[in-house]
């Protein structure tokens, strides 16, 4: 539900002539952080057990915002 929206943004604050490579990039680096994340989880979950596993993709979505927030500017 969420990705056709962050698409939107991403679309929405590229520069025309760059937004090509710019949605490539989003996408590139969300299906990475599929993979990342899923072998991530894993690891803390072998370790730690599930309830870190998830408070650590938690953890990791907050910064995530936090980097949004503090570097993104309104086009």
Do not use: N
């Amino acid at each position: 539900m969420a990705d056709p929206a962050l698409i939107a943004v991403v679309s929405d604050a590229s520069h025309p002539q760059w937004r090509a490579r710019s949605l490539g990039v989003y996408r590139f680096r969300r299906d990475l952080g599929y993979a990342v994340g899923a072998l991530l989880a894993g690891i803390v979950a072998d370790m730690f057990g599930i309830t870190w596993a998830i408070a650590t993709v938690a953890g990791i979505t907050f910064a995530s915002g936090l980097v949004v927030v503090a570097v993104m500017r309104e086009t």
